[in-house]
């Protein structure tokens, strides 16, 4: 199952990202984390000194694994970020994605590699992410084994098909007018490509800040974490165990992971959104740049969900 934090900068994605991951971890499951965020901070939060290879530099690498035999694409330089997995392709499983390092709470950790500000909406942050993009759609992860990603702050996640990849996709927000102003462009988007979409309260200080939510995003409000001093000790770099948390904030982690599992996978509207978004992106730029139909790389008799 495959969850991300979305919301505006400053909620809290990276630090409930890093919560969950260990929170889910601590309960057995395979977890990986995928920080896909301009600043590179989960690593840090992690627990972790270093970070990992960044997924950019290795997109090649990436697409020449991901082709295999797929007899539709005749090159790693033929594979967009949006190219599908079809008969032939090599498809991964949680344990099997490339490019992660262990950290110290019994979870993997992947990133994509730190962006700039500027880079958003050009092609260098897109082959950051479309690295994990292109992972994402090749992975076939099951029920109990988690990806969490933290991804950038803002609408750019909805440029490409990057947010259909998803089983939930978890708005953090504060209890202000700029923490819910994003919400209704995500519930927008979320509604129209049929995206699970939970709304999680952070910084929370009083039950006027939660109804301050709910009268904003009605029943998408899931749950919510209250402002955290083990959270702040975290981020001064003092030890931090899970066992430190407010109990109200272990109980919004536990809410959350009910939540991700209550999803249903649906692999046929995945497959589906993958074809959309790929000749989506065929037509736009992809076709006139590789000077053939790329839509030609969608395999109408792939099966979904199925390794090997
Ligand atoms: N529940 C909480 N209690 C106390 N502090 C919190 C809580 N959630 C987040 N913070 C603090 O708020 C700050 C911003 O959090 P975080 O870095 O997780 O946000 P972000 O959405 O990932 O930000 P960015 O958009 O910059 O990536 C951090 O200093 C973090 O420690
Ligand atoms: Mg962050």
Redesign the pocket.
Known sequence: MRVAFV??????????SALFARYAASQGAPVVAIDA???Q?LAL?LGLDEQPEPLGAHLEEIKELLRGSNPLISSAAAMTKTTPPGRGSRLLSLDALPYTVATPHGLRLMATGPFAEEDLGVSCYHSKVGAAELLLNHLVDEQGEYVVI?M??GADSFASGLFTRFDLTVL?AEPTRQGVSVYQQYRDYASAYDVSLAVVG??IHSPDDVDFLRSHVGDSLLTW?????A??A??QGRPFDLIDLEPA?TEALSRVLKQVDAQEKDWERYGRQTAEFHVRNAEAWGNSRAGTDLSLQIDPGFVYGRLG
């Open positions: 919301g505006k900068g400053g909620s809290g994605k990276t630090t409930i965020d301009i600043n901070h939060v933290d950038t702050a953090v952070n910084k974490f209250e402002h955290s001093s959270v702040r975290l981020e904030n």
